[in-house]
């Protein structure tokens, strides 16, 4: 098994990504499901 290091600045720009993802409510997250299986939205 091969050990990846990885650089200061890719810590810090995969810290920046986690801190800005858009979090959804439990309704958001229930919507966008029913719409999903019922085909208007895509869930991806």
Known sequence: ?????KSPGE???K???R???KQ???E???RIVLD???GE????
């Open 15 to 17: 810290d920046i990504k």
């Open 41 to 44: 939205d895509s869930v991806a």
């Open 1 to 5: 098994m091969r050990k990846t290091t």
């Open 36 to 38: 999903g299986l019922r």
């Open 19 to 21: 801190a800005t993802r």
């Open 11 to 13: 810590k810090i720009v």
């Open 24 to 26: 959804y409510s439990s």
């Open 28 to 30: 958001e997250k229930i």
